[in-house]
């Protein structure tokens, strides 16, 4: 038997669409038992929400009013509180479960597994290194606990099942106040999730300017995608830090993936290489972008855009 | 004395296409250039600039690695760190590990921050200081791309998924540090040549008595699933009429 405990993301009351892959990840495992821990003020909306993903056999929640918003140092000690007799505990490979599954492993005396991309036994897995220029298969000590985070985009979401019950349980843990939330700046739109959506429409450099950038929103808005950046675009001020795409920003598996002014610097394509369909449009036909695209444009993209939107 | 401890990590050079050996033992290396971590650059630079406007005394840069590390510390030095410390490892040694050695030290030499990269270009483990926060049992604040000090407190924008998280923590405290907390420096020559004069010590990682065992074995190494080159078409009507024969638009 093998006990996995899911740590579960989630924001205003919603359940972050990465735990349903989580669960994929440890259904993989033989002889997987999974439990899913649910660290909120209320949590009942979210922990019924993780109660109808197949596969799951508990959902543990544990009320706190320390636990929103979430912050690793107040949550680790309770999730590895949670975690003793489990054989692995996983978290998602969002800046969540980054900032907070070290944490755990370390008060669990653990090893960690970052962004397991696939399960090949209870102990054997793979994960990409060198900004997934290389796959490494790793294995751990039989019977020692480990810690994960899953790559999201490497799984499909497991199907909604159950429901599983929910247990509400007291952790005797001690929660530091060393460190406070202070506030979060984040852009609300009606747009898709960047790191979950079907279509994803990402500007590069080539835009040239934030005002410029603000051309790949209608076309967007056609296709229902969300907005993607390259880092240079990010850097440059271009857009925003959250839309970044690439190996230190978000790896993202979307169906449609059109990349729009983007040369392909190989971080970049780290974060893209498992879409279903990439478009890359780039006046420079020598773009690396076009080495991985499925179906390559070569032009000038402020006439483009305009073209491919009114034929949509 | 306070302090800004610098953890560093020697890997191969960022611009370097890395390439798995055919065996699929690990990727090759031989007269592959090596440098300093790009976020663990971006640390140093951030500590430098926190004792140029008076917020720190001196600047620590350590590192664990083999003996040629020392020229990854030299560069260090090189940009303003006050002195180097090199733990020397044959062996790479994985994150709770290297949270142990850099626990030592911090124990030691009892610094105000420790500032490392938010992860190596490497393992891309992104582990290590959320690891050294922990076993300290101080905050951590992971991903930084904003850092206000104040005497006891630490106020840190972090780029995070939903956007920029703004948090405060109490001192002494783990920074991480994200891609744009800062542009590093570049080295001066005449910067080189005081580098030598600077202190770099060197310890022998076994004479530090901490379990530095790997817990984890890389059974093999394998290069990633190539995609395929594609089409090209000549115009956006071509485009748009094949994106929809695909049932994708």
Redesign the interface.
């Known amino acids: 038997m093998n006990r996995i405990l899911i740590v579960a993301e989630h924001l205003d009351g919603k359940l972050n669409a990465a735990v349903a892959k989580c669960v994929s990840c440890a259904s993989a495992i033989p002889d997987a038992e999974i439990d899913v821990a649910v660290l909120a003020i209320d949590g009942s909306a979210v922990a019924a929400a993780a109660a109808g993903i197949a596969g799951v056999k508990r959902v543990l929640l544990v009320k706190n009013a320390a636990n929103e918003p979430a912050l690793a140092a107040v949550l680790a000690p309770q999730v590895a509180e949670l975690a003793k007799g489990c054989s692995h505990v996983f978290g998602p490979s969002t800046t969540f479960g980054k900032d907070l599954m070290p944490r755990v492993a370390a008060l669990l005396d653990a090893p960690q597994l970052s962004d397991v991309m696939a399960v090949e036994s209870a102990t054997r897995f793979k994960r990409p290194v060198y900004a997934g220029n290389a796959i490494a298969t790793v294995e751990s000590a039989a019977g020692r606990q480990v810690v994960a985070t899953v790559r999201v985009a490497s799984f499909q979401p497991a199907a909604a099942g159950g429901p599983a019950p929910v247990e509400t349980v007291a952790v005797a843990a001690e929660l530091p106040s060393h460190t406070r939330f202070v506030s979060v700046t984040a852009a609300r739109s009606d747009r898709p999730d960047l790191q979950t959506a079907a279509r994803v429409v990402s500007g590069g450099r080539a835009l040239g300017s934030k005002e410029n950038f603000a051309l790949i929103q209608g076309l967007a808005d056609r296709l229902g995608a969300a907005i993607g950046a390259s880092r240079a675009a990010v850097d440059a001020g271009y857009a925003p830090n959250e839309l970044q795409v690439g190996q230190t920003g978000k790896i993202i598996a979307p169906e449609l993936y059109v990349a729009i002014g983007i040369s392909g610097a190989i971080q970049h394509l780290t974060g893209i290489k498992d879409a279903r369909t990439i478009v890359a449009i780039n006046k420079d036909a020598e773009a690396p972008i076009f080495e991985v695209a499925d179906y390559g444009l070569v032009g000038d993209l402020f006439s483009l855009i305009p073209e491919i939107e009114k034929q949509l | 004395m306070r302090r800004i401890l610098v953890a560093l990590k020697r890997v191969?050079d960022y611009n370097v296409?890395?390439?798995?050996r055919p065996d699929g033992s690990g990727?090759v290396t031989d007269g592959v250039k090596m440098s300093i971590n790009p976020f663990d650059e971006i640390a140093l630079e951030e500590a430098l600039r926190i004792r140029e406007r008076g917020g720190a005394d001196e600047v620590l840069a350590i590192s664990i690695g083999p003996d040629d590390t020392q020229q990854q510390l030299r560069n260090a030095l090189a940009m303003g760190a006050d002195r180097a410390i090199l733990v020397k490892s044959a062996q790479a040694i994985?994150?709770?590990a290297v949270?142990r050695v850099l626990l030592a030290f911090v124990e030691r030499e009892t610094p105000m921050l420790v500032i490392l990269g938010?992860?190596a270009?490497?393992?891309?483990?992104?582990?290590?200081?959320?690891?050294?926060?922990?076993?300290w049992?101080?905050?951590?604040?992971?991903?930084a791309?904003k850092l206000e000090l104040t005497e006891k407190v630490a106020?840190v924008t972090?780029?995070?998924?939903?956007?920029?998280?703004?948090?405060?923590?109490?001192l002494p405290?783990v920074i991480t540090t994200?891609?744009?907390l800062n542009e590093p420096r570049y080295i001066k020559l005449p910067d080189i040549m005081k580098a030598k004069k600077k202190p770099l010590d060197v310890v022998e990682l076994a004479s530090l008595g901490l379990d530095a065992a790997s817990?984890?074995?890389?059974?093999?190494?394998?290069?990633?699933p190539q995609?395929k080159?594609?089409?090209?078409?000549?115009?956006?009507?071509e485009?748009?009429?094949?994106?929809r024969q695909?049932g994708?638009?």
Do not use: N
């Open positions: 191969i296409r890395v390439r798995v990727v994985e994150p709770p949270a938010k992860q270009i490497d393992d891309d483990c992104s582990q290590t200081g959320q690891m050294l926060a922990a076993l049992q101080r905050p951590q604040a992971t991903f791309s106020r972090r780029e995070v998924d939903a956007g920029l998280e703004t948090i405060e923590v109490d405290a994200d891609l744009r817990q984890l074995t890389v059974v093999g190494l394998e290069p990633p995609r080159k594609g089409v090209m078409v000549k115009d956006a009507a485009l748009v009429a094949t994106l695909k994708l638009v």
